[in-house]
């Protein structure tokens, strides 16, 4: 995954828990649905780097967890930044003044080429979301139609650098934010193509939760492999932003996959009490080390199963697991499905 930054703003712990799709954990009740509104010149590259992410997330669980849809301006279909003609489920024009908006979140992607003056019918549309309670986004520098919309709410927003200018000239009392993606409030921006993915994993994070978030990032992040080579976990791109101590037992949970370390000998190269250790975690991951660590051996396994044909045996002796009995009820309670049947699963689906 390309090198960003942000700042993360809503967790499992504080997810806004009155909205009426988001259960007590953080999680919801049926798929979250976001619609994309695709302004003519969009950047492509972005578009689908918001979408894999929610793709991906479905792909992790046995139940879909995200739908998506799209919208045009006036037509039902809009032109990329590729020169791509892109067919939309939905114009915008035609939900202004609808009763509910049947969406959860409503994203408007941008792009280098598109118009950064008002489109009211947009604008109308937004703000009919905003009074909806509905979440908002923009990608690249779709949050100039927020802008324009009156709705950010005093929040922070990321938009893509050649457009800084323009935002500091006609809307002189919003904020900029110097990460690339942010979510605040119920406002999410990322400034750019590489941005998309980060910004959506806040949203992925917001409504179904670190575990599910990280799980994205890891199978996201990496290159493609070879069927017989799976490479050990790659190194978080926000490693920097962590103490040092926690870095480093990381590090030696990502290098220690096939023979897991204790959490006593994890304390002991670590040079930090236990308690230490478990702040850490809870503060900067929000979750214990042995969760995490467990997360880590699981997650490499998943990729085993995907891109090799070793046996499940091997692949929970590879992951770290005495025995396949515990591996599979592990594995189970994670993604939600047998790891026999999970790859029966992966099979029939195209790999992102």
């Known amino acids: 995954m390309t090198q960003h930054n942000h700042k993360k703003h809503f967790s499992p712990a504080n997810a806004d828990t009155n909205h009426p799709h988001l259960g007590q954990s953080g999680g919801v009740d049926r798929p979250v649905m976001v619609g994309f509104v695709l302004l003519e010149n969009f950047s492509m590259v972005a578009f689908t780097g ?3 992410a929610l793709v991906t997330s479905n792909l992790v669980q046995t139940d879909n967890l995200f739908d998506y849809r799209t919208f045009g301006l006036e037509s039902l279909t809009v032109t990329s930044d590729l020169g791509i003609e892109i067919s939309t489920s939905f114009k915008v024009e035609d939900h202004v003044e609808a009763e509910r908006i049947p969406f959860d979140v409503i994203i408007v992607c941008g792009g280098y080429r598109c118009q950064l003056g008002e489109y009211s019918k947009l604008s109308e549309f937004l703000r009919h979301c905003h009074r909806q309670g509905l979440y908002l986004g923009g990608l690249w520098n779709g949050a100039i139609s927020l802008a324009h919309a009156g709705v950010l709410d005093n929040a922070r927003i990321a938009v893509h650098s050649d457009n800084h200018p323009y935002v500091k000239e006609h809307f002189q009392d919003i904020s900029i934010a110097s990460e690339t993606s942010i979510f605040d409030g119920r406002i999410v921006t990322g400034a750019g193509p590489m941005s998309a993915l980060s910004m ?13 978030a990280r799980a994205v990032t890891e199978i996201l992040r990496c290159d493609q492999l070879s069927e017989t080579s799976v490479q050990p976990l790659q190194e978080p791109t926000d490693d920097k932003h962590y103490p040092d101590s926690l870095r480093k037992v990381l590090e030696l949970m990502r290098n220690n996959i096939e023979e897991p370390l204790t959490l006593e000998e994890l304390i002991h190269y ?5 308690r230490q250790l478990e702040r850490l975690f809870q503060t900067n991951l929000e979750t214990s080390p042995s969760r995490y660590y467990l997360e880590l051996r699981i997650t490499y396994a998943r990729r085993l199963l995907q891109q090799t044909n070793k046996p499940i045996i091997e692949v929970a002796i590879a992951s770290g697991f005495v025995s396949s009995s515990h591996f599979s009820n592990c594995f189970k309670d994670y993604f939600g499905s047998a790891p026999s049947n999970f790859r029966k699963k992966s099979l029939k689906k195209p790999s992102n």
């Open 270 to 274: 670590a040079s930090i009490s236990r």
């Open 50 to 52: 918001a979408v894999d």
């Open 200 to 212: 959506m994993l806040l949203l992925v994070e917001h409504f179904q939760g670190n575990r599910i």
